[in-house]
C-alpha cells in the first residue's frame, strides 16, 4: 500500500486471487487502510494580535506534529522573513524600522517530516517607530519692549525627539500674528536629541499695549503633535517728557533771551525742539536743552513758548505751552545830516531822572539836544551801539561822512561758513553772508543791503534779505536765523 497520495480519510479496496484451472478459484479478501492525521500545526507566540511594536522584536511561533517538524517559515505580509528554519527554537528577528508604520500581518508555516504542511493563524500588529515631540517651555512665554523700539527681543526654546533612536522628528513652528517669528522656522530631530528654537518678538510699529500670539510646534507624523502656546508681548510707554524751566510762565522778556527746559525718557533724549508762536526757533540734541531767542525782532507783547521732545524711539512729547510778554525798549532816534549823524535816544520814563545827551559823530554839527535817561542794562547798551554802527554804515553809503566807517565791500568770493548767525552777531562771516545775499538779488531787501554795502554786524538790513533769501530758495522757516539747513544749502551754493 501507497498512502503517498492519500489524503487522510478510510479507504477500501478488494484483493482478489484466481486460477482459472484450479479448484476454489477465484477468492477475494477486503482490505481497508486508514490514513490519519500526524497533528502537523503551528502558531503564533510572540508578538500577540493587536501590539504595538517598534524597533527590532524577535517573532517567534510554536509547531507541533507527531511525525517531527522538518521546517518553519515565517511570513511578514506575506512575504518570507528572516531564513527557513529547521530546528528549534523557531523564532527570528524583525526590524520594524525597515516596515512603514502602521499596520501590518505576521503568520508562520511549518512542514513536518511527512511533509504535511500547517499555517498559523494571522497575527496583526501595528509598527509605530514615530518622533515624539517634547518641547522643554512653559505653557506661555512673556516679552516686553519700549514704544518705538525697532529691535527684535528672542526667548530660546529647547525642542526635544524622545522618540525611539531611529525616529526622526521633523517640525516646523507656526505664528497666528506677524510680529512672532522663529530662528529657525523648520528642522529635524533625531531620536533622543534636541535643538534650540529661538521665538522673536518684533515691536516695530506697534502701538502701547498688550499683544498675544499662538506658537504652534508640530510634526503631523509624530506622537504629541502640534504643541501650541500663548506668546504675549507688552509694549510699554518710555515715560518721555518734557518742560520749560526758564523763562517761566507769564514773564516779560526783552532782548536776547536764553530758554532752557528738561527732557527725559527711559531710552534717551534724541532731542529738544523749541518753539515760539508755533514756529521751531532753535533745536538741542544734547543736555542742558537750551536755545538762544532774540525777543528784539518779535513784536512787543503776548508770545507763546513750547518744547518737543522726541525720544532714540522716535516717541514725542511736548511740554506745557508758557506765554511770555515781550517789552523791548522803544526804538533810538537817529537823524543823518548837517555833515554828521546824530543820536538821541528813547524819552524818558516818568519816574527817571532826565539829563540832556546826545552823541555825534561830527564835530562841525551841534546835536540836537533832548531830555532822556540811559538804561543802566548792558543789554541796551550792545543792542543800542549796534544799531549805531550799523546807521552809520548807513550813512556812510549816503556820502555822509563818519568817524570809523568804511564803504562797500567786494562781491562775494567762495567761502566756507561754519557758526550759526542771528541779529547783532558780529564777524567776518557776517560780512561773507552780506556779500553772498547781495550777490543773489534776490530783491529789494537784497537791493537795500547793497546800497549800504557790507558790514561785520548782522544788523537788520542783514536780517531782511537773509529773510527774503529763504522764501525765494523755499528754506522753511524762512525766519532771518542763519542755522544748519540755510547754512549748508549756502555752502552748497558757494562751494
Excluded: C
Excluded at 511570513?75 to 516596515?99: E, R
Excluded at 506697534?206 to 507688552?234: E, H, M
Excluded at 549796534?386 to 568804511?406: H, M, R
Excluded at 554795502?453 to 532771518?480: C, D, H, M, R, W
Amino acid at each position: 500500500m501507497n498512502p503517498a497520495t492519500l489524503a487522510l480519510g478510510t479507504w477500501n479496496a478488494t484483493a482478489t486471487i484466481s486460477d482459472p484451472a484450479a479448484s476454489s478459484s477465484p477468492q477475494t479478501i477486503p482490505v481497508t487502510l486508514t490514513i490519519s492525521s500526524t497533528g502537523v500545526s503551528v502558531s503564533m507566540t510572540s508578538p500577540t494580535n493587536g501590539a504595538t511594536v517598534t524597533s527590532t522584536i524577535s517573532v517567534t511561533a510554536n509547531p507541533t506534529s507527531t511525525a517531527g517538524i522538518a521546517s518553519l517559515q515565517f511570513l511578514l505580509d506575506g512575504t518570507p522573513l528572516g531564513s527557513l528554519l529547521t530546528s528549534a527554537p523557531y523564532a527570528t528577528p524583525w526590524n520594524t524600522a525597515l516596515s512603514s508604520n502602521g499596520s501590518h500581518v505576521l503568520m508562520a508555516s511549518t512542514t513536518d517530516a511527512d511533509s504535511n504542511v500547517a499555517t498559523s493563524s494571522p497575527v496583526t500588529v501595528t509598527v509605530q517607530n514615530q518622533a515624539f515631540l517634547s518641547v522643554t517651555t512653559t505653557t506661555s512665554l512673556s516679552f516686553t519692549a519700549a514704544h518705538g523700539s525697532t529691535a527684535p527681543i528672542s526667548q530660546s526654546v529647547v525642542i526635544a525627539n524622545t522618540g525611539v533612536p531611529i525616529s526622526t522628528l521633523n517640525w516646523s513652528a507656526s505664528s497666528s500674528q506677524a510680529w512672532l517669528t522663529f530662528s529657525p522656522a523648520s528642522s529635524s530631530v533625531a531620536g533622543g536629541a534636541s535643538t534650540t528654537i529661538s521665538f522673536i518678538a518684533n515691536p516695530t510699529n506697534l502701538a502701547i499695549g498688550t499683544y498675544n500670539a499662538t506658537a504652534t510646534l508640530a510634526d503631523p507624523y509624530a506622537s504629541s503633535s502640534p504643541q501650541s502656546f500663548l506668546v504675549t508681548l507688552i509694549v510699554s510707554a518710555t515715560g518721555i517728557g518734557t518742560s520749560i524751566t526758564s523763562p517761566s510762565n507769564s514773564a516779560t522778556v526783552s532782548g536776547v533771551v536764553t530758554i532752557a527746559a528738561t527732557a527725559t525718557s527711559t531710552v534717551g533724549i534724541s532731542s529738544v525742539q523749541f518753539y515760539l508762536d508755533g514756529t521751531l526757533i532753535g533745536t538741542a540734541t544734547s543736555s542742558p536743552y537750551t536755545t538762544s531767542w532774540n525777543a528784539y525782532v518779535a513784536t512787543n507783547g503776548s508770545h507763546i513758548l513750547y518744547t518737543l521732545a522726541t525720544d532714540n524711539n522716535a516717541n514725542t512729547a511736548s511740554s506745557s505751552a508758557i506765554t511770555v510778554t515781550v517789552a523791548n525798549a522803544p526804538p533810538v532816534i537817529v537823524s543823518v545830516g548837517g555833515g554828521g549823524v546824530y543820536y538821541t535816544p528813547p524819552p524818558p520814563s516818568p519816574s527817571a531822572s532826565s539829563t540832556a545827551t546826545s552823541i555825534s559823530t561830527s564835530p562841525s554839527a551841534p546835536p540836537t539836544s533832548s531830555s532822556t535817561s540811559l538804561a543802566s542794562s548792558s543789554t541796551l547798551l550792545a543792542t543800542l551801539e549796534a544799531e549805531l554802527k550799523t546807521l552809520l554804515k548807513e550813512a556812510a553809503a549816503q556820502g555822509i561822512n563818519a568817524p570809523g566807517v568804511t564803504g562797500p565791500s567786494p562781491s562775494v568770493s567762495p567761502f566756507a561758513f561754519t557758526r550759526n548767525l542771528g541779529l547783532w552777531d558780529r564777524g567776518a562771516e557776517v560780512t561773507a553772508l552780506q556779500q553772498f545775499l547781495i550777490s543773489q538779488a534776490s530783491g529789494p531787501a537784497a537791493e537795500q543791503l547793497k546800497a549800504h554795502g557790507v558790514t561785520t554786524v548782522f544788523g537788520f538790513l542783514t536780517y531782511n534779505a537773509l529773510v527774503e533769501f529763504q522764501k525765494k530758495a523755499g528754506i522753511v522757516p524762512a525766519s532771518g536765523y542763519f542755522g544748519p539747513k540755510t547754512r549748508a544749502y549756502i555752502n552748497k551754493l558757494t562751494q
